[in-house]
């Protein structure tokens, strides 16, 4: 991901007027007044998702929870720290009321490339803790199965689930098994 050629700065309000409805489709996640293009995802990183997505709508069908994938942002507000991401999957159980983005998810999950790995360990994960509601952050590789977990319960240190393993999302109550995320790597 790359910034947008101008490096002038960009307000919130002016970012969400450009990015809402977009008619080019193209997403760009913003930090601090400057605007960054998202890169595509590969076939795999769409499978791990939407196997995630698909696992905890059926999970909480019929509770309060919503779950979202890649095209609802994620609103990270403070008093010097405005940034707006596309989560690859979110859940939030508040009652929200924006059209276009979450403020209060209590689980997020991203799904790692070699171009993103980097940011999600760090900014990402830095700005995520941020948020009071969040209560786990997920990072799942796309290429083998392997699975962090980061947790609010426990001072946001890293958890490693692979092959074999199950674990457990607290957030929603939902325990999962690392190869039922990966079957479309047999």
Known sequence: MGALPKSSYVSPEAYL???NDRPDGQKYEYVNGQIYAMAGASRGHNQLSMAF???LFLHL???RCQVFQSDMKVEIQTFNDTRYYYPDVQVTCEDETASH?????CLIIEVLSGSTARKDRTEKLAG???IPTLQEYVLCSQDTPYVEIYRRS???LKESYTEGKTFTLVSVGLEMAVDDLYTFLR
Do not use: I
């Not at 983005?101 to 998810?105: A, D, G, L, T």
């Open 61 to 63: 069908r019929g509770s």
């Open 17 to 19: 007027l450009g990015e």
């Open 53 to 55: 997505a698909g696992l």
């Open 128 to 130: 995520y803790r941020m």
């Open 101 to 105: 983005f979450n403020q209060s998810p």
């Open 154 to 156: 426990n001072e946001w």
